[in-house]
T-cell receptor, first 112, second 112 residues
Framework: DAKTTQPNSMESNEEEPVHLPCNHS???????IHWYRQLPSQGPEYVIH???SNVNNRMASLAIAEDRKSSTLILHRATLRDAAVYYC?????????????FGKGTKLTVNP | KAGVTQTPRYLIKTRGQQVTLSCSPI?????VSWYQQTPGQGLQFLFE???????NKGNFPGRFSGRQFSNSRSEMNVSTLELGDSALYLC???????????FGSGTQLSVL
């Protein structure tokens, strides 16, 4: 199964940018890189995803390395509401269907 | 539009019993997947259903089973409960397989 590696925890100050890294050295050519986050006492929520090119949406930006073996989720201005566990996930197709493999996630703490 | 609804929110069972958890997807979503979340193992994929057919299954024993009904609602069943089955069980829905997932808040199962 494809695996991702993330730091266990990171800390940021409010209104500063945050760069959350993810390594996925075993990524295959058709794997999409997805990011979800989980706030306390809630299910995960979708943040962003990409294949090869960098992506932007209203929540965050995703920077993907040229060799696709790593990616970085960028929160441009962290708020207290961004404190959550962030999961970097490879969406892999196996046998015509898909099995999500979650990493351990990075717990982001945002200081006021 | 209502989100993914999981019932019950909390459940306490004893070893050897069985349990059924329910998930109502977002209206119009036909794909439902289930995940187990524990502090030690993190988020692990259980199974995925689309149009009442199981498309994929994670590495869990046969005690874990599920089904999907014609209205896309899904249930998962765990028989002969073990202490290690204590976990947060999350359900996610999407319009179709391999698309963005919307998670419910989960059912917290405690096995005593």
């Amino acid at each position: 199964d494809a695996k991702t590696t993330q730091p266990n925890s990171m800390e940021s100050n409010e209104e500063e940018p945050v760069h959350l890294p993810c390594n996925h050295s075993t990524i295959s050519g058709t794997d999409y890189i997805h990011w979800y986050r989980q706030l306390p006492s809630q299910g995960p929520e979708y943040v962003i995803h990409g294949l090869t090119s960098n992506v932007n949406n209203r929540m965050a930006s995703l920077a993907i390395a040229e060799d696709r073996k790593s990616s970085t989720l960028i929160l441009h201005r962290a708020t207290l509401r961004d404190a959550a566990v962030y999961y970097c996930i490879l969406r892999r197709r196996q046998g015509g269907s898909e099995k999500l493999v979650f990493g351990k996630g990075t717990k982001l703490t945002v200081n006021p | 539009k209502a989100g993914v609804t999981q019932t019950p929110r909390y459940l306490i069972k004893t070893r050897g019993q069985q349990v059924t958890l329910s998930c109502s997807p977002i209206s119009g979503h036909r794909s439902v997947s289930w995940y187990q979340q524990t502090p030690g193992q993190g988020l692990q994929f259980l199974f995925e259903y689309f149009s009442e057919t199981q498309r994929n299954k994670g590495n869990f024993p046969g005690r874990f089973s599920g089904r999907q009904f014609s209205n896309s609602r899904s249930e998962m069943n765990v028989s002969t409960l073990e202490l290690g089955d204590s976990a947060l069980y999350l359900c996610a829905s999407s319009l179709r397989p391999n698309e963005k997932l919307f998670f419910g808040s989960g059912t917290q199962l405690s096995v005593l």
